[in-house]
C-alpha cells in the first residue's frame, strides 16, 4: 500500500521570504505521480504543482517548485517570495499510473504567513 | 464551466439519521471519487465511482455507507444510521477519465457533516 508522510503539522513564514514544505512517500510502484494541494480556508483543494515520477526535472510553477528525489522517495515544495495569500493547509499527494485513480493523501501541513 | 458542485455545505443529522451528499461533476467528467477528511488529517479515499459502476469502493466503511452515480444526475453518498464518528468533512472530486490517464482531481468545497 503507498503511503504519504507529511512530518510538519505547522509551519510559519514571513512574507516575501521562501519555505519548504515536506513529503515523503513509500510505495513499490516505479510509475507514479505526485502532487501537492492547497486548501485554503474556504476549504477547496487546489492543485499548485504536479510531478511525473518518470521526469527526472523537477517541476515549477512561477513561485512554487519541487525538489523531487525519486530514490529517496522525497518530494518537497518550495514556496518563494511567500504572500500572505499562500496561508492554507498543503497536501502532498500520491497517484499510481496504470491503477484505479486512488489518489493517497498525507495528513496536511498548517503553513501560516505572517505579515 | 462550473466547478464540481457539493451541497449541502453544511449538513447536520441527529444520531441515527441518514445522511445525503450530492455531488454533480464538471461538465464532460465522467469519473467521480469520495475523500472524508477527519479534523486535522488528510483526505482518506472512500470510492471511486463511473458513471452507474462502483469502481474502487476499497475505502468506504462495509456497512451504513454507500455511493451511486446514476446515468442521469449527481453522484450521492448516502450514510445509514448516522454515528458522531461520521462528523467530517466529505469531499467530492471529479476527473475527464480515469485509468492510464493522467488528470488531477477537480475537487468540490465540500460537506461538512456533524452528527449531534
Known amino acids: 500500500a503507498q503511503t504519504v508522510t507529511q512530518s510538519q503539522p505547522e509551519m510559519s513564514v514571513q512574507e516575501a521570504e521562501t519555505v519548504t514544505l515536506s513529503c515523503t512517500y513509500d510505495t513499490s510502484e516505479s510509475n507514479y505521480y505526485l502532487f501537492w494541494y492547497k486548501q485554503p480556508p474556504s476549504r477547496q483543494m487546489i492543485l499548485v504543482i504536479r510531478q511525473e515520477a518518470y521526469k527526472q526535472q523537477n517541476a515549477t510553477e512561477n513561485r512554487f517548485s519541487v525538489n523531487f528525489q525519486k530514490a529517496a522517495k522525497s518530494f518537497s515544495l518550495k514556496i518563494s517570495d511567500s504572500q500572505l495569500g499562500d496561508t492554507a493547509m498543503y497536501f502532498c499527494a500520491f497517484m499510481k499510473l496504470y491503477n484505479n485513480n486512488d489518489m493517497r493523501f498525507g495528513a496536511g501541513t498548517r503553513l501560516t504567513v505572517k505579515p | 464551466n462550473a466547478g464540481v458542485m457539493q451541497n449541502p455545505r453544511h449538513l447536520v443529522r441527529r444520531r441515527g439519521q441518514e445522511a445525503r451528499l450530492r455531488c454533480s461533476p464538471m461538465k464532460g467528467h465522467s469519473h467521480v471519487y469520495w475523500y472524508r477528511q477527519l479534523p486535522e488529517e488528510g483526505l482518506k479515499f472512500m470510492v471511486y465511482l463511473q458513471k452507474e459502476n462502483i469502481i474502487d469502493e476499497s475505502g468506504m466503511p462495509k456497512e451504513r455507507f454507500s455511493a451511486e452515480f446514476p446515468k442521469e444526475g449527481p453522484s450521492i453518498l448516502r450514510i445509514q444510521q448516522v454515528v458522531r464518528g461520521d462528523s467530517a468533512a466529505y469531499f467530492c472530486?471529479?476527473?475527464?477519465?480515469?485509468?492510464?490517464?493522467?488528470?488531477?482531481?477537480?475537487f468540490g468545497q465540500g460537506t461538512r457533516l456533524t452528527v449531534v
Open positions: 472530486a471529479s476527473s475527464p477519465a480515469g485509468q492510464g490517464a493522467v488528470t488531477e482531481a477537480f
